[in-house]
């Protein structure tokens, strides 16, 4: 159930629940979206999202999570393995789409992304000291809000091994150079 922009304040971290993006997708664009497959990669323009960052930040960046290189082909759309829920799931560690050029993935990435970040699928929350978020990322995805001035925001990456994902059709993600172990969920 999407929240209502009353539910958001400005100085919130955010988490975008895939599951209500995909929901609330039009029937036209949900049946596109269904078929579509995308190369996800570690290989992100840092840079360009950080444009202040020092050229020790970059270096740093570089060495640490781009030294070994990850591509994985997955559907857009991905039936959870708990839940059963279909998630449109993109981020911007999306290279492109496959079976489409490189200028219409373009466009229909944008398009996708801007219903996925939109207001109404997002769930923000107001931070307290000690507070450790953890979310699924088989259903969600976190959009940072610049809000914390000189503050030192601290961000921990983990990933936790779990199921491949699964389209519609019930085909599974698979790692470029070969398919990834698929193991069952608990």
Do not use: C
């Not at 030192?152 to 091994?161: L, N, S």
């Amino acid at each position: 159930m999407p929240f209502a922009p009353s539910d958001i304040a400005s100085d919130r971290p955010s988490t975008i629940r895939n599951v209500a993006a995909y929901e609330t997708l039009p029937a036209a664009l949900r049946g596109l979206a269904d078929q579509l497959w995308a190369l996800h990669s570690n290989v992100y323009d840092y840079g360009a999202t950080q444009p202040n960052a020092t050229a020790r930040q970059a270096q740093r960046y570089a060495t640490m999570f781009k030294s070994t290189v990850y591509e994985t082909e997955h559907p857009v759309v991905q039936v959870h393995p708990l839940t059963g829920e279909r998630a449109l799931v993109l981020g911007y560690f999306v290279r492109g789409l496959l079976g489409v050029s490189a200028a219409d993935s373009g466009h229909l990435f944008a398009m996708l992304q801007d219903h996925v970040t939109r207001l109404e699928s997002m769930v923000r929350w107001r931070r307290s000291v000690g507070d450790v978020v953890i979310w699924d990322n088989r259903a969600t995805q976190h959009k940072a809000i610049d809000d914390y001035g000189d503050q030192r925001r601290i961000v921990r990456r983990v990933t936790i091994e779990g199921p491949v994902s699964v389209g519609i059709d019930g085909r599974h993600g698979t790692r470029r150079g070969g398919p990834i172990e698929v193991t069952a969920a608990e």
